[in-house]
């Protein structure tokens, strides 16, 4: 049954959720289509900020729709205001502003009934979950240092 559900949920990241994201964003768009040029502009100040001083300002939400990827637009049109996957978002838009290659990392606890999203630098030194940046200490076990921040609750990862 686990296995079921575990492919269930890739399939979604995956094959449904990429199509539905474009769907929500351009509805968050026409919903707000004042905000969007104003907000269009507020990207480009996004890459000078410093990043812990970014991430402080992000308010994490609950999420009261079925999963999707917000766009840093809807983001920023949602005064920088999402659940974990907007906040690996903005992160990884930070990063590849200033140059530094990362990735959002899906990870779930065993029963895949918690699920959570950070943003990781290629690298393998320092990945971010909500506000908190982490240095990784070991990069060539960067999945242990993971494991051992949140715990040792989260044990299936993919990106």
């Not at 996004?46 to 990827?69: A, E």
């Not at 530094?100 to 779930?108: A, G, N, R, W």
């Amino acid at each position: 049954m686990m296995s079921m559900k575990l492919l269930m949920i890739i399939f979604w990241i995956y094959f449904i959720s990429p199509p539905f994201s474009i769907l929500v964003n351009f509805l968050v768009y026409l919903t707000n289509i004042e905000k969007v040029n104003k907000k269009q502009s507020e990207k480009q100040t996004i890459k000078l900020q410093i990043l812990p001083s970014l991430l402080k300002k992000f308010k994490w939400k609950q999420l009261n729709l079925l999963p999707y990827t917000p766009s840093i637009l809807t983001i920023l049109i949602n005064e920088l205001s999402d659940n974990t996957v907007g906040s690996a978002i903005l992160t990884q838009f930070w990063y590849k502003s200033n140059n530094i290659p990362s990735s959002i990392l899906y990870i779930f606890n065993k029963d895949i009934t918690i699920g959570h999203s950070i943003c990781i630098r290629k690298d393998h030194t320092e990945f971010v979950s909500n506000d908190n940046i982490i240095k990784i200490k070991e990069p060539n076990n960067w999945i242990d240092e993971i494991d051992e921040f949140f715990n040792y609750e989260f044990c299936i990862f993919f990106e």
